[in-house]
């Protein structure tokens, strides 16, 4: 028989040496404790990166500090802030009126000087606010900083838009087409930001209507230089033959819903517009979070008047 060993011998277990069985469950026990200290410390480190990201610092465009959970890091007051446009605009392409020479139309609505003298391709375009300020840096922040909750946001304003235009879609629920952007652009941003804004707006079921989104129908063939600093005929040059229907099929004897982020001179959505209704469509209307808009004033003349005299002294006076 094997003689008992003594409580004072060395125990080998692996590469540990224990002088007892008490030794041995005390460094088993450390062993646990540094696993668990791993544990805690690995998810502290993934609660810390999950707090930093639903508590951030500051907002982004204020700068105050943030108390409330948001995957979007803009304080209510900015939001808040950023309101619809008001005063009157241009019954076409929403450009802001003023002046004493504004003059109704027989409907009723009143146009500016340039939707006068060149008609635009589109049916209406309206938008929900200015294009500056928080509203501005909102859309900066989706678009170049790829906050994509940001599109939850300006998602909800674009909804409010298509329920201003909705009483005009006649003929039916109108296919909705956002404007693409070049495949380079989209490769190197890795989302089409009009797209991601149409689709949060379209969950909301703006004026009860169910909408189809076709990102298909539009394609940008090639990458168009800034329009920043271009003129009006240099602007439609820079955009001519920038974009052609892919699915006609899908556009042809229907209206169609034209979604943007900005509209700026209206250069980019004209051209959308035209080649639309090349392929078939109906009527092209265009709704845009933001619009930028002239500071100078601008004057009203009637859709149709008999005294273009008046009009013609009224646009000079303010040249």
């Not at 803009?74 to 009157?88: F, I, K, N, T, Y």
Request: proline share 6%; aromatic share 4%; with cysteine.
């Amino acid at each position: 028989m094997r003689p008992a060993r003594p409580e004072w011998a060395l125990v080998r277990v692996g590469r540990v040496v224990f002088s007892s069985s008490e030794d041995l469950t005390r460094v088993v026990r450390a062993k646990v404790v540094a696993a668990e200290t791993a544990l805690v410390s690995c998810v502290t480190a993934a609660a810390e990166g999950l707090f930093a990201t639903l508590f951030p610092g500051d907002c982004r465009l204020c700068g105050t500090p943030l108390i409330k959970i948001s995957r979007l890091p803009v304080c209510q007051d900015c939001l808040l802030a950023m309101r619809p446009m008001e005063g009157s605009r241009c019954a076409l392409c929403g450009e802001r009126l003023s002046g004493p020479y504004r003059m109704p139309s027989p409907d009723g609505e009143a146009i500016c000087g340039l939707c006068r003298e060149s008609e635009p391709a589109f049916m209406k375009a309206a938008a929900y606010g200015s294009y500056e300020g928080g509203l501005r840096d909102l859309i900066h922040l989706l678009k170049y900083e790829h906050m994509r909750p940001a599109a939850q946001v300006l998602g909800r304003m674009l909804a409010e838009v298509v329920s201003v235009l909705a009483p005009s879609f006649h003929g039916g629920e109108p296919v909705v087409v956002p404007v693409p952007l070049h495949a380079s652009k989209l490769r190197q941003r890795g989302f089409n930001q009009v797209e991601l804004i149409t689709r949060a707006a379209l969950k909301l079921k703006p004026a009860g209507l169910e909408l189809a989104l076709h990102p298909e129908v539009l394609e940008r063939g090639r990458p168009t230089a800034s329009q920043t600093g271009l003129s009006i005929h240099q602007r439609r040059e820079n955009m001519r033959g920038a974009f052609a229907v892919l699915r006609p099929d899908l556009v042809r004897e229907r209206d169609v819903l034209l979604v943007d982020d900005v509209m700026t001179t209206g250069t980019t959505v004209s051209e959308c517009a035209r080649v639309l209704r090349r392929a078939g469509a109906n009527r092209v209307w265009v709704a845009t979070v933001a619009r930028t808009l002239k500071h100078e004033v601008t004057f009203a003349v009637p859709e149709r008047s008999a005294d273009d005299e008046e009009v013609r002294m009224a646009m000079a006076a303010h040249g």
